[in-house]
């Protein structure tokens, strides 16, 4: 087996795309290697092999040890790591970006830094929510109230369909055992969604903290996203979950989602959607098999918004 001095860095036309990949894996009470560029979960039923470049979010539960070679396939690849506790999930880390063109950040900078461009996106964001509304000319307190009214109508619906007793969503940070086993399931799902969001965010190579409707925190990008897909996706999966079972909510939770998730080809929708939102209206909106997103391309800024090619010195045809 090659040392990690002798292996050549993965190129991103080599890695799979973020749409195409594992939603995320769980593992717990395992030691987690690397075999060339998969890694391998060993406990005591075994070893297990996994393919880094398949991997969206990698979650690791309580237990478990990795090593720096792992992380370090792991961070080529693309793929985010979180740690996570028996009482839910909450996002650590992430892995280097799929896309190595700055475009969608740039565009998402730009269309952040306009606070005309930002209250569009935030609309846009309501539209993919609730298609059957339109949400043209509202503004900022407008779309909160209608978007409060609307979870907690599906709130109450999922309460009506699973016949789970409903008393309000209560959530105490840092205590996942402080509310019923609807409220766990929602905090656990809503967590999962997060570290979803946080792995195609980071793949894209846009910011997870100019958020659009969420603000002032460094995830606001992420919470956006992962609150696309709240009403249709997490929270009807919380309500089935608890409405089988008040026991063991929360691994129960992660499993019934990802079975929704990759049901839904969430990550591939996920991508698409971003995109959407960010290059909407743009004529140079690059495709899936548009080389520039995947070539190590630096340019430098010059007059007139125009880019030059790096890697040159430009003294001679400078004026002084």
């Given at each position: 087996?090659?040392?990690?001095?002798?292996?050549?860095?993965?190129?991103?036309?080599?890695?799979?795309?973020?749409?195409?990949?594992?939603?995320?894996?769980?593992?717990?009470?395992?030691?987690?290697?690397?075999?060339?560029?998969?890694?391998?979960?060993?406990?005591?039923?075994?070893?297990?092999?996994?393919?880094?470049?398949?991997?969206?979010?990698?979650?690791?539960?309580?237990?478990?040890?990795?090593?720096?070679?792992?992380?370090s396939?792991?961070g080529?690849?693309?793929?985010?790591?979180?740690?996570?506790?028996?009482?839910?999930?909450?996002?650590?880390?992430?892995?280097?970006?799929?896309n190595?063109?700055?475009?969608?950040l740039?565009?998402q900078?730009?269309?952040?830094?306009?606070?005309?461009?930002?209250?569009?996106?935030?609309?846009?964001?309501?539209?993919?929510?609730?298609?059957?509304?339109?949400?043209s000319?509202?503004?900022?307190?407008?779309?909160?109230?209608?978007?409060?009214?609307r979870?907690?109508?599906?709130?109450?619906?999922?309460?009506?369909?699973?016949g789970?007793?409903?008393?309000?969503?209560?959530?105490?940070?840092?205590?996942?055992?402080?509310?019923d086993?609807?409220?766990?399931?929602?905090?656990?799902?809503?967590?999962?969604?997060?570290?979803?969001?946080?792995?195609?965010?980071?793949?894209?190579?846009?910011?997870?903290?100019?958020?659009?409707?969420?603000?002032?925190?460094?995830?606001?990008?992420?919470?956006?996203?992962?609150?696309?897909?709240?009403?249709?996706?997490?929270?009807?999966?919380a309500?089935?979950?608890?409405?089988?079972?008040?026991?063991?909510?929360?691994?129960?939770?992660?499993?019934?989602?990802?079975?929704?998730?990759?049901?839904?080809?969430?990550?591939d929708?996920?991508?698409?959607?971003?995109?959407?939102?960010?290059?909407?209206?743009?004529?140079?909106?690059?495709?899936?098999?548009?080389?520039?997103?995947?070539?190590?391309?630096?340019?430098?800024?010059?007059?007139?918004?125009?880019?030059?090619?790096?890697?040159?010195?430009?003294?001679?045809?400078?004026?002084?």
């Amino acid at each position: 087996m090659a040392t990690v001095a002798q292996r050549r860095t993965v190129s991103p036309r080599e890695l799979t795309r973020a749409a195409e990949r594992i939603s995320f894996i769980y593992l717990e009470r395992c030691t987690i290697h690397r075999e060339d560029n998969a890694i391998t979960a060993e406990d005591a039923e075994g070893t297990t092999h996994i393919p880094s470049a398949t991997i969206g979010t990698l979650l690791l539960g309580p237990g478990t040890r990795i090593t720096h070679q792992a992380m370090s396939v792991l961070g080529e690849s693309g793929a985010a790591v979180a740690w996570v506790g028996e009482q839910g999930v909450r996002y650590y880390a992430g892995g280097r970006s799929l896309n190595r063109s700055a475009t969608l950040l740039e565009a998402q900078a730009t269309r952040w830094a306009n606070r005309r461009t930002r209250l569009e996106v935030a609309r846009a964001m309501y539209q993919l929510r609730f298609p059957d509304e339109d949400p043209s000319g509202l503004s900022r307190q407008e779309l909160l109230g209608r978007e409060g009214r609307r979870v907690k109508d599906c709130y109450r619906r999922e309460a009506q369909r699973t016949g789970v007793p409903w008393r309000g969503r209560k959530y105490v940070p840092g205590d996942f055992s402080a509310g019923d086993s609807s409220n766990q399931a929602i905090t656990a799902a809503a967590q999962c969604m997060y570290g979803i969001a946080h792995a195609v965010v980071a793949a894209l190579g846009c910011s997870p903290g100019l958020g659009f409707v969420h603000s002032g925190h460094e995830l606001s990008f992420v919470l956006d996203v992962a609150d696309l897909y709240k009403t249709e996706i997490g929270i009807p999966v919380a309500f089935d979950v608890a409405a089988e079972s008040g026991e063991d909510v929360g691994s129960r939770t992660r499993r019934a989602l990802r079975d929704s998730i990759n049901k839904a080809r969430l990550l591939d929708r996920c991508v698409d959607d971003i995109k959407g939102l960010l290059l909407a209206g743009r004529l140079d909106a690059p495709t899936p098999s548009d080389p520039l997103e995947h070539l190590d391309q630096v340019t430098l800024q010059s007059d007139r918004d125009v880019a030059v090619p790096a890697g040159r010195n430009y003294a001679e045809e400078v004026t002084w």
